[in-house]
């Protein structure tokens, strides 16, 4: 039996197929990118000081902090 501390009784499947409908995986932070902002892929191999996979809320902070604490790093965050 599947128990969370928040959870006493598991939702049914239609309950969580509901909730889940019409969800989009995505980076939504790219929607506020500007006009003619094209995101570029990784094709060969680089070089960093600090490399933060995923560019989620998380990963994106840890890159600005890690900027600001240290301006002279190479900071690259990876994202799919």
Not at 11 to 24: C, F, N
């Amino acid at each position: 039996m599947h128990q969370t501390r928040f959870e006493r009784t598991v939702p049914s499947e239609s309950v969580i197929d509901h909730a889940l409908r019409g969800i989009v995986q995505k980076s939504f932070w790219v929607e506020d990118a500007p006009l003619g902002h094209t995101l570029l892929s990784l094709t060969g191999q680089i070089s960093c000081d600090l490399a933060i996979v995923g560019a989620g809320y998380t990963g994106l902070w840890t890159a600005f902090l890690a900027k600001a604490r240290h301006p002279e790093w190479r900071v690259v965050v990876l994202e799919a």
